[in-house]
T-cell receptor, first 111, second 114 residues
């Protein structure tokens, strides 16, 4: 079964609004990454947060990590139509040398 | 100047056929992967190679055979294709296996088995 599960599965907002996506995982991690996938394309890395970090920023992106709750959130501020994509969290448990992806959140940003 | 390139982009074939997907990366990475994304967008790792050596084989049917002729290439050959093999297959690469650095993905190969 997958390690991460994103919530919500789908999110529709208007341009300029903020979008928040959550990821929950099951086992202890070394780090957690967020990826974006545009329709018909491969995944693109957005941000990586280590298990000893609680918050990280990159441009309009803000990621938080709560290891006690085994959860992470991705906040996209001032969303744009170009942010329309699926967003995945991925965890590295460090034991099996693999990156396990969640189920994804489909974000739709309308004008 | 594409970093991770896969060919073909689309592959339509009949059950029972054998097909190959090729992947090349020009990032100088030493680790390459094959992931399968199903119709619900669930992404699951299939194989991982580090310096041409198989590191992960994630209980994939032996009809799937990866081959890494060198660090920059990882091909996937599929024998006796089945309907359930229909999916999007992504190649990816990274430097090292520790996942402290991100994966770089190709744009995928959409395989349709009829």
């Amino acid at each position: 079964s997958q390690q991460g599960e994103e919530d919500p599965q789908a999110l529709s907002i208007q341009e300029g609004e903020n979008a928040t996506m959550n990821c929950s995982y099951k086992t202890s991690i070394n780090n957690l990454q967020w990826y974006r996938q545009n329709s018909g394309r491969g995944l693109v890395h957005l941000i990586l947060i280590r298990s000893n970090e609680r918050e990280k920023h990159s441009g309009r992106l803000r990621v938080t990590l709560d290891t006690s709750k085994k959860s992470s959130s991705l906040l996209i501020t001032a969303s744009r139509a170009a942010d329309t994509a699926s967003y995945f969290c991925a965890t590295d448990t460090g034991t099996a040398s693999k990156l396990t992806f969640g189920t994804g959140t489909r974000l739709q940003v309308t004008l | 100047d594409t970093a991770v390139s896969q060919t073909p982009k689309y592959l339509v074939t009949q059950m029972g056929n054998d097909k190959s997907i090729k992947c090349e990366q020009n990032l100088g990475h030493d680790t390459m992967y094959w992931y399968k994304q199903d119709s619900k967008k669930f992404l699951k790792i299939m194989f991982s190679y580090n310096n041409k050596e198989l590191i992960i084989n994630e209980t994939v049917p032996n009809r799937f055979s990866p081959k890494s002729p060198d660090k920059a290439h990882l091909n996937l050959h599929i024998n006796s294709l089945e309907l359930g093999d229909s999916a999007v297959y992504f190649c990816a690469s990274s430097q090292g296996q520790g996942f402290r650095l991100p994966l770089h993905f190709g744009n995928g190969t959409r395989l349709t088995v009829t």
